[in-house]
């Protein structure tokens, strides 16, 4: 028979890879175990349970006690979204408690949280059973609702392998003298390429945040501010340089410009395939043209950085950060706690609960978008090589700019000091 006093725990990962998972999964389990609860580790995020399927490992002390350190995660992961119908998320729920689980934690980004959120509603409201979760950040995006300055977890691991990269190629530039566009992981927000760019010393960095309002821009504003950052370093004596732009960039641009430069797919439903775009091949083609119709001669190459960052082993500060929103999420479950984000705020475990950090126009989880007031994006700003408005002041260093553009003066105002508004 089974103990109706008995706790059991399931934990999910779901959405992308980010450094640090296994490093929750071990801190959970542990305290878990020594708390006397049964743990099961969920297969592929919510695809086998919303299949029906029990694919899952009983976890136990030895088996994660040295998982901490390692990339990737034990359980794997998927996308697979459980509230596109009610047929899954009863599978789920079902699946669940067929497994007696009555506290989980799910491991994930946004839509992982509004999944575990329906879950539980589900549960309560249609067969009036509870099951108490709570959820742990992460994503390499950085884009999750915390106060401003606490990172999500694997950020930190993802940023300090991306600016090794941006780095190497940045040498790689100056020894060659050629350009590089490297193109940075971060589907809405732009912190994974803007904290890559500054840490790296890249020539600048572009993010989304730059254009704020619906309207998009075109994409030759894109193009015109690398090539304005290109003439500047060459009025300066240097013929290389890596512009860093977020990938999330992409939806900020016209849907005629990305047509017309035949890049877009699209899915069963007619929405377009944003992921699907290698927006550093779209930007180094426009590039390209603009310079050669300058007469400008220059290598460029292109490099999208993302996937080789997700899996690697987390760093420490992630490793101990995991460690500890494991332990946190445990505790709160323990006390009885249910529907809430675990964060650690001045020290402390801070829950916040799931309806303070729900959009109310998109019922899903509020993005959090780099604050260019901040003190990071503006020292960050100060850092970068690009046209600015005092370019454009009469003087020699405007003459030598126009120079470097092949351009005569007045010609090269008209071109580009439109780009300084942004």
């Known amino acids: 028979m089974t103990n109706p006093e008995q706790k059991t725990l399931a934990i999910v990962c779901g959405g992308g890879p980010a450094p640090g998972i296994n490093s929750v999964i071990?801190?959970?389990?542990?305290?878990?175990?020594?708390?006397?609860?049964?743990?099961?580790?969920?297969?592929?995020?919510?695809?086998?349970?919303?299949?029906?399927?029990?694919?899952?490992?009983?976890?136990?002390?030895?088996?994660?006690?040295?998982?901490?350190?390692?990339?990737?995660?034990?359980?794997?992961?998927?996308?697979?979204?459980?509230?596109?119908?009610?047929?899954?998320?009863?599978?789920?729920?079902?699946?669940?408690?067929?497994?007696?689980?009555?506290?989980?934690?799910?491991?994930?980004?946004?839509?992982?949280?509004?999944?575990?959120?329906?879950?539980?509603?589900?549960?309560?409201n249609s067969l009036g059973l509870t099951i108490n979760f709570v959820h742990v950040p992460k994503t390499i995006d950085n884009d999750l609702p915390l106060p401003e300055g606490i990172p999500t977890f694997g950020f930190e691991t993802a940023r300090s392998l991306g600016t090794q990269i941006v780095s190497n190629l940045m040498e790689d530039a100056k020894t060659t003298g050629r350009w590089y566009l490297a193109v940075a992981m971060g589907r809405v927000a732009g912190h994974l390429a803007l904290g890559i760019g500054k840490s790296a010393g890249a020539t600048l960095t572009l993010i989304p945040e730059e254009f704020p309002g619906k309207e998009k821009i075109p994409l030759s504003l894109v193009v015109d501010i690398v090539a304005g950052s290109i003439v500047k370093r060459l009025a300066s004596g240097r013929n290389y340089g890596v512009a860093v732009t977020a990938e999330g960039l992409i939806e900020k641009i016209r849907l005629e410009d990305l047509e017309a430069a035949d890049c877009l797919e699209y899915d069963d439903h007619g929405h377009i395939r944003y992921a699907e775009i290698?927006?550093?091949?779209?930007?180094?083609?426009?590039?390209?043209?603009?310079?050669?119709?300058?007469?400008?001669?220059?290598?460029?190459?292109?490099?999208?950085?993302?996937?080789?960052?997700?899996?690697?082993?987390?760093?420490?500060?992630?490793?101990?950060?995991?460690?500890?929103?494991?332990?946190?999420?445990?505790?709160?479950?323990?006390?009885?706690?249910?529907?809430?984000?675990?964060?650690?705020q001045n020290n402390q475990i801070v829950p916040i609960p799931f309806d303070q950090i729900i959009d109310p126009a998109t019922k899903k989880t509020r993005i959090r978008m780099v604050n260019t007031h901040s003190i990071q994006y503006r020292i960050a700003r100060q850092y970068m090589i690009r046209l600015e408005k005092k370019d454009f002041n009469p003087g020699i260093e405007f003459e030598r700019l126009a120079v470097a553009a092949k351009m005569p003066p007045e010609e090269f105002r008209k071109r580009f000091q439109y780009v300084t508004d942004y």
């Open 278 to 344: 290698n927006f550093s091949d779209v930007l180094k083609k426009e590039l390209l043209k603009t310079l050669s119709a300058m007469g400008i001669k220059m290598t460029i190459n292109n490099k999208e950085v993302g996937y080789e960052v997700r899996c690697a082993p987390p760093n420490a500060f992630d490793i101990e950060y995991t460690r500890n929103l494991g332990y946190g999420a445990f505790e709160f479950l323990r006390d009885g706690g249910t529907n809430a984000l675990i964060t650690i």
């Open 26 to 124: 071990s801190s959970v389990t542990i305290e878990a175990k020594k708390s006397g609860w049964e743990v099961y580790g969920i297969y592929d995020g919510f695809a086998n349970l919303g299949k029906g399927e029990k694919k899952v490992i009983p976890l136990t002390i030895d088996a994660v006690s040295r998982i901490h350190s390692d990339g990737g995660s034990i359980l794997r992961i998927s996308r697979f979204n459980p509230t596109k119908s009610d047929e899954s998320l009863r599978k789920v729920v079902d699946t669940l408690i067929e497994l007696g689980v009555t506290h989980l934690v799910t491991i994930g980004g946004d839509d992982t949280a509004y999944a575990a959120s329906r879950i539980a509603d589900f549960a309560k």
